[in-house]
């Protein structure tokens, strides 16, 4: 058949429509949902509020077919003493009542890998 088919295995930086998250249409939506999920549900960690640290973490995932958080990791010189909150908080959003949607490409819905940078202040 000439139907497009992917290889499941595939990740996508860019797709013609990017993933969403709490029911958003838009990318400025998304963020703003996102953010403010965050926001509401990161743990700051103990130690770091002990030795006053503050960071932007790097925070990579990537969204499978069906718009579920498969994996999350922060990366490079961020392997700190945020890295497990970070990627926590991410792994949380599956539990949003209104979690990802998938991305799609030419129709078909792909794993996609984003990255949201979670900043730390005290």
């Not at 139907?3 to 860019?14: G, L, N």
């Not at 998250?21 to 926001?39: D, L, M, P, R, V």
């Not at 999350?72 to 926590?88: I, P």
């Amino acid at each position: 058949s000439d139907s497009i088919r992917y290889d499941v295995e595939e990740i996508f930086k860019v797709v013609q429509k990017m993933p969403m998250f709490g029911g958003c249409e838009t990318k400025e939506c998304t963020k703003a949902e996102a953010s403010k999920f965050i926001q509401d549900n990161l743990v700051y960690p103990e130690k770091a509020i002990e030795l006053g640290l503050e960071d932007t973490i790097e925070t990579w995932f990537v969204i499978d077919v069906d718009g579920i958080i498969e994996s999350a990791s922060v990366r490079g010189k961020s392997k700190s003493v945020f890295a497990q909150s970070s990627e926590e908080v991410i792994m949380k959003m599956n539990t949003a009542e209104k979690a990802w949607s998938p991305g799609y490409q030419r129709g078909i819905p792909v794993r996609v890998l984003l990255k949201i940078p979670i900043e730390y202040s005290l």
